[in-house]
């Protein structure tokens, strides 16, 4: 079974940064996609950054010049730095695993997407 283990969330002040981590833990054998979606409350979730296994990336216009993620597809492990953090940026952060091949062997793997558990992000002014 996959697990996405996130961590470094939590309460930080208008302009100050964070970064976050997110571990995919099993038997895996490749990721596609790793990512970062955001909900903050009353609001639909929202993609906030993403990145390829070769390394393209994609990022919400509301983050772009603020935001950096990057991977290590060694560890399976996707982070996700934020600086010059806005109070719209309050929100849970959920890691997101896409295509993900895991399974008991190469032969009989499947793919699936996953979810952490969430990460709280607070800006306060």
């Known amino acids: 079974q996959v697990q996405l283990v996130e961590s470094g969330g939590g309460l930080v002040q208008a302009g100050g940064s964070l970064r976050l981590s997110c571990a995919a833990s099993g038997s895996i054998f490749s990721i596609n996609a790793m990512g970062w979606y955001r909900q903050a409350p009353g609001k639909q979730r929202e993609l906030v950054a993403a990145?390829?296994?070769?390394?393209?990336?994609n990022y919400a216009d509301s983050v772009k010049g603020r935001f950096t993620i990057s991977r290590d597809n060694a560890k399976n492990t996707v982070y996700l730095q934020m600086n010059s953090l806005k109070l719209e940026d309050t929100a849970v952060y959920y890691c997101n695993a896409e295509r993900v091949y895991s399974g008991s062997s190469y032969l009989t793997a499947t793919l699936s997407d996953y979810w952490g558990q969430g990460t709280q992000v607070t800006v306060s002014s």
């Open positions: 990145i390829t296994s070769g390394g393209s990336t």
